[in-house]
C-alpha cells in the first residue's frame, strides 16, 4: 500500500511537470491516470518503500553520491573525447571481471550506470548469485579480478552500500 | 547574462555530441563504440537540454527539458547495458585489438 502512494504521487508529480501551467482540468485527468498507474503496477517499482524514510540516506545521496557521479561523468566524457580525436586511437580493450558486494535491486541497478557512465568501463552483464560484474574496459589497466574490483568498483560501492543497503 | 550560460552549456553538449559521434565512426567494434555512445551523447544532450533550461526559464519547454535530464540518465546506460549484453551472447567478437574476454571464458559451454 505504501508504495502504492509513493508511485501514485511521482506519477502525479511527473504528469505536472509534463503538464505545466496547470489548471484543474489537467489536474484532474492526472489524478485519475497517476491512480490508474499506481493501481496497475503497485509493487513493481518501489519495492522498500521504508528507505525512502531515512535523511541520512537522502543526505548521502545528494551530498556524497551526486557530486561524484557528475565529476566522474565529466572526466570520462573527456577521456573519449581525447580517444576519439587522437591520431593513432590509444584503446586497449578487454571485458574484466569484478566483485561487488551490493545485494539490493537498486544498489545494484545504480552501480551498473554509474560504472557504465564513468570513465573507460560499461557493464555487460551481472551475475546476482555470485555478486560478479562483467565490466567492458576501454584501456585495460590489470586483468586480474581484484585490481580490477579496486580501481573500478570502489569509486562508488561505499557510497551506495550506504544509501541502499 | 544567463541567456549567455545557456548558450555556453549548449555549445559545450554541442561539442561532446560531435565527439561522441566521431568516436562511433572511428572504434573499431560494437563495445568500444557504445561506450563513445553513451557517455559523449548522454553528457552532451545533457548539456544541452539545461542549457535550454536556462535560456527558456520555467516554462513548459524548460521543465519538460529538466524531466528530459532525468529520464536520459536513468535510462542511456540501461540500453547500453542491453545491447552490449545482447551483442555478446548473439556472438559478436570483440575487436582484435582486446587483449581479454573474462565473460566469454566464463560462459563458455552455457547457452
Not at chain 1, 565529466?74 to 577521456?79: G, L, S
Not at chain 1, 573519449?80 to 551490493?102: D, W
Not at chain 2, 529520464?71 to 582486446?98: C, Q, Y
Amino acid at each position: 500500500m505504501k508504495s502504492r502512494i509513493i508511485l501514485f504521487v511521482l506519477a502525479f508529480l511527473a504528469w505536472c511537470f509534463l503538464n505545466w501551467v496547470p489548471d484543474w482540468q489537467h489536474l484532474t485527468t492526472g489524478f485519475f491516470v497517476a491512480f490508474f498507474v499506481a493501481l496497475i503496477t503497485g509493487d513493481l517499482f518501489v519495492t522498500r518503500p521504508l528507505l525512502l524514510k531515512h535523511p541520512y540516506r537522502w543526505w548521502c545521496f545528494i551530498v556524497c553520491y551526486l557530486p561524484r557521479f557528475l565529476w566522474e561523468c565529466i572526466k570520462a566524457n573527456i577521456d573519449v573525447a581525447y580517444r576519439v580525436a587522437h591520431p593513432k586511437l590509444p584503446i586497449n580493450p578487454g571485458i574484466v571481471k569484478v566483485k561487488t558486494s551490493l545485494k539490493t535491486d537498486t544498489g545494484l541497478t545504480f552501480l551498473a550506470n554509474s560504472i557504465t557512465l564513468t570513465p573507460g568501463t560499461m557493464s555487460v552483464d551481472i551475475d546476482r548469485d555470485n555478486g560478479v560484474l562483467y565490466i567492458h574496459w576501454i584501456n585495460v589497466k590489470d586483468k586480474e579480478t581484484e585490481a580490477a574490483t579496486k580501481i573500478i568498483v570502489e569509486r562508488f560501492e561505499k557510497i551506495l552500500a550506504k544509501i541502499f543497503e | 547574462m544567463i541567456d549567455i550560460i545557456g548558450l555556453i552549456f549548449i555549445c559545450i553538449g554541442l561539442a561532446f555530441d560531435f565527439f561522441g559521434c566521431l568516436g562511433l565512426v572511428r572504434l573499431p567494434d560494437v563495445y568500444n563504440r557504445l561506450q563513445a555512445a553513451t557517455k559523449s551523447v548522454t553528457l552532451g544532450t545533457c548539456s544541452i537540454l539545461f542549457g535550454t533550461f536556462l535560456v527558456v526559464g520555467f516554462t513548459a519547454a524548460g521543465l519538460k527539458s529538466l524531466m528530459c535530464i532525468v529520464f536520459l540518465l536513468l535510462t542511456a546506460p540501461v540500453a547500453a547495458h542491453a545491447v552490449a549484453r545482447g551483442a555478446h551472447r548473439a556472438g559478436v567478437k570483440l575487436a582484435k585489438e582486446s587483449i581479454v574476454d573474462r565473460y566469454a571464458e566464463d560462459k563458455e559451454g552455457e547457452i
